[in-house]
């Protein structure tokens, strides 16, 4: 691995340096050589040492300078430096990250988010109680009191009747941990159902893909890692719009001479900086996958060593079940408890929900060709030593039950997808596939990076899954410059000898008396409508533009909404959701009250850097007051700056250098003194898989009945090559997520409008043509759902028979309907059977014609 | 409506300016009218002679108005005078000298009954000079493809003579009998004319296109003007009202242009 | 007399990615009033901002960020009528005096690159400062500190050893419209 030296000079220019400073704390602490390194290099650019060691530029008079972390979704967390004057928060810029030079960021979105959370057109100002029709918009304004006595009348009778009738809805708008959790620990309170998010909002296919193969949700290489990669995959994931705190370090690795490609079906913000664009037809990132996997097992260019230490690849499947075959006491058993489903009971909504390493791993079973019999699964490191060679192919006759291994059954999958095949079904010139195939594996190393783009469809597992296997097949997880990325960049804190008390002091928060009834949100539609698990007679809803962001739109609501007698929301923002509820309380932003996001390395800290506007309050404050009322006020004794200290008050090492003061009220974030700040990867030397088996697990046994036991490719659930369905609706529909939204909240900052003012249809115009459509003019796009109007953007970033829009656009902004009138809500019985389905929002066909 | 808006003071300025400058430059070239001089027309009456420059330096001075509502701090209008090196500046300082010389022309017309030709001359150089100047100065815009064509600066003067010899037919409703001013105004049409084809062919050239307009003005100004100005020099229309249509066909056809001018550039 | 300095800037559009973090954090942090932009952006090679341009499936997709050139030989400057405009010896920076300023407007006809924008809420002209302030404190221009691509690299064109110079000549930097001749401080890669 490269050092950090040769890092920072890479990516950053030598004049004028900003993002370079260190604390004082880092510096003199010198928590690595890298810091070192760098801030030396800093000072010898000839900056004065006293201004490299301040935080920031001086505020000028009349000003204060304040900080946040950013916590709205999407993958970055920024360290946000703000300005205040006369009580008004002026501007934004980056704000520096501790031991991580060149780091500093702020987007567009965060900068301008201040303009629209000190407008108070925008921003629910007070209490409101709905007078008109829902969806009316029609509102009284009420006090507090009035509006907590309400709700906790209608939400006391709910509870005394059944209190898992009374659901809280909490989803991403405001990730920091008090407001993000509030109030769903209020449902664990007096319990309530909270709902498991990742399914309805589109995420989950990415954890179920990355679990069925690591075992983890998330796992992902350092973004700096990349300067160690000859080649870079951007596969489905727009990084320069969605994670734009990572985007440098990309730049960094193509100057270092890594080729960047990019595999999405449009020509996304990141594929301009990349060498190779690749349009594939959405809903086929399997196929792709699984034809480069066929490409270069094909030309025995697979990496058999790694496969059969590090993966499941020589494991002996049972040809009568297909399930594992597993050995007690050198003698075959029938399949054993470990194959109930792995991830049951870690469906979490917290990014570090995961499985159990190898809970079975003692059972499962190698064919070792050095004795010919088959054995128990050996460790890596055996394997290395030369203790056994375990067969990677074959069909063996173990106690006279038949079994092939797990790769053969790979192997069987992959083949049926030849370049001529996968050229087809992804819209990419078979040509195409076999260079891609032969770049990909000659690269050595080749780092892949996936997006949640690809896996918004109908059995959303298999696009990481498939992926990720593809990664393994080559030989690149856990190698520096390799890996098959999701999400974040992968920061980490040095063991402390001796200590195992925890970092951050939940205790409190985390004692809740009762616990939450926690249901996988694929279900909430059935449960309001035919109180299917669990029925809704009081719904609040907070951090959540539910109505805007879930799929089919008017089935919320003419059916779902209608059927919940009572919805609280809590938000900053008039959204359409808001609309349609029956209290809507005025929530506060990050800028204006107390939080934590807890990212290693740093603790990153909110507080009220402005006055919260009108009457608005935090979500612990709006609970806090709820709880009065509904006898868990126990629970809820701390003002949110009492919870954040407590949150960081352990004797743990971490916080020796802690200052609060210069720490958490000047500057807004603190590099831990137990922090490492090297990139880091994940899997390194083949560990860290959490999967039963212990390790890279691309076979699945649980879905042997669903026919998908290996990754595999099936079309779409809307699937536009045949039917009906594609006959009248031949254009495959999907939305993006780009530089102007991460999801409603931004919609629109006014500066934002001279980047784009209204909602656009992306278009080829080879689609355009055919029907008589020009750049810039008003079209329909509608199937049986619903329709939208808006303006069609033709561009030739677009493959054929696919069209575009950007999410998080809300009804205002369509010349008619919205979006997320055409999309569905169709459960998955694998996905169901796995975890829960994940809303295939790209999974959909409509048509197009003139308005 | 809001190009009209923003295009509106321009077209002001120009125009009204341009009336005035074109007709010093006509009267110069043609001998002057209503001057009372020795070689005027019969037909002219010495009690008016200080109608012309009344005439021109009203709408001079409505043309200067034209251009503070172009500002957006028009009381500090007299900073605009500072940079010699700029266009605008100098259509100040020229525009201050043609009014100066109007005043002059004026006050010899009020006391004497009618100023020396060489005030007229003098009025003539400077009027050119603040044709030119008004034409260099959309002719530097590099960052307005449209105005920074070869055409601009004829665009302007030769629009200028057609206004100031129909302003002239006007003021003289005898003088298009005479000829020399019935041909002055066709030679500015047909001049003007060529003009009008050399700019539509530079917004081709670039990508724009206000053919449209650029043809409407042909058909209004040159033709319509010409015509009308040969029909009265033949006798076919009455003198006053030929005059009258010669001045308003003529102006009408340079707004036209000037707004397509305009227009084109801001768009 | 202090050490005169050219400050200039190199932009590498082969690393934008057409966000537009460089407008944005321009408007909000220099607070531009109004719809007034000192920043701005364009397709590198086409007439729609966003558009690919040339045929599925190798279009290209290019940006080519805008802002003043703090040129050497400045139009607005030369062509401003009250002197408003100037451009500052030691620094090189061109700006606009807003108390002098009669708001004609010319500076942004002028200008090849129309940098200069009309504040419609003073009702005066503004531009880009190359964020003199900060840059007197040795702090990068708040579209340098926010490009999330490093695509902008700022500092001292007379200083053979500064980023930007070093990057003009490995890259082989070339100012935009050199033939308007107005002698940019800005160059493209």
Redesign the interface.
Known sequence: MKNGETYVGT?????????GKLTRRTFIKGVGAITVASALGFGARG?GAG?ALADE?PAAAGERAVHAVCTVNCTSRCHLRGTVRDGKL?????GDMPGRP?Y?????RS??Y??RLQDENARVMYPMRRTGERGSGEFERITWDEAIDEIAEKLNAVLAKNPQAASFYSFTGDLGKLSWEAPTRFAATVGATTWDIEGIMGDHGASMGMTMVFGTHRGAHDSRDYLNSKLLIAWGRNV??TH??E??DY??A?KNGAKLIVIDPR?C?????ADE?I?INPQTDPALALGMMNWIIGHDLHAKGKLVEESVAPYLIREDDGTYLRMVDGTVVATADGAEAAEAGSIGTAPAAQGTAGAGAGTYVIWDELTGAAMSAPEADAIKGGAARPALSGSFTVDGVACRTAFDHLVDACSEYTPERTGEICGI?PAVVERLSKEYIEAQPAGIRMGQGMQRVYHSYAPFRTVATLAMVAGYIGVPGGGASHAGGTATNKPVAGYTGPVYDYSDWSNTGKKANLVPSSQVYSAAVDHDPVPIDFLWIANSNFVNMSPDSNRIINEVIPAIDFIVTADPWWTWTAKYSDIVLPASTYWEHWDLVDRSPWAMFNQPAIEPMGESKSDVEIMSLLAKKTGVEAYWDKTDEEWVRQFVSTDHPAWDDLDWDRDVVEQGIYGRSDALYDPAIVYADGAGYKTDTGKFEFYTETLVEFDDEVPTWKPPCEDPREGDLAQKYPLVYIQYHD?LNVHTQHILNP??E???DEPLLQM?P?DAEARGIA?GDVVRVKNDRGDMKIRA????????GTVATQSGWTPDYFIEGCYQNLTHHTICDAEEAYSMTNSAFYDVLVEVERA | MNMIMHVLPLLVFTTFAGLAAGAYVVDALCGGLRTGGSDASPSAAPCCAWLFPLVCLVLLGVGLCGTLAHLGQPLRFANGMANPGSMIAQEAYWSIAFGVVIVIDLAFAKVKGAPPRPVRWVGAVVAVGLMIVTGLAYYHSLGLPAWSGAATVPLFVLGDLALGAGLCALLDRGALASGKLACANVAAQIAFAAVLVAFGLHLARIGADMTGLLVAAGVVGPLAASVAAGATHAGKLPAQAGAVAVCAFATVGVVLARYAFFAAGMM | MAEQKHYGMVIDTQYCVGCQTCTVSCKISNEVPGSAHWNHLESLDGEVLYQSTGTFPRPTLAFRPLLCNHCEDPACVNNCPSGAMRKDPDTGIVSVNQDVCIACGYCSWVCPYGAPSMNDVDHVMSKCTFCAERVAEGIDPYCVAACPANARVFGDLNDPESAPSKLMQERHAEPYLPEAGTRPSVYYV
């Open positions: 990516r950053e220019p030598e004049y004028f340096t900003r993002d900056i201004e530029a002026v501007r934004v810029e980056p060149g500093a960021n702020a987007c567009l900068m301008s201040i303009q320069a719009d734009t705190s985007l440098r730049v960094a193509r020509q913000s990141t594929a301009a900086i664009w349009p010139e530089r500066a934002l001279v980047v784009q080829n080879v750049h953007f033709l561009t030739e970033g677009i493959v054929p």
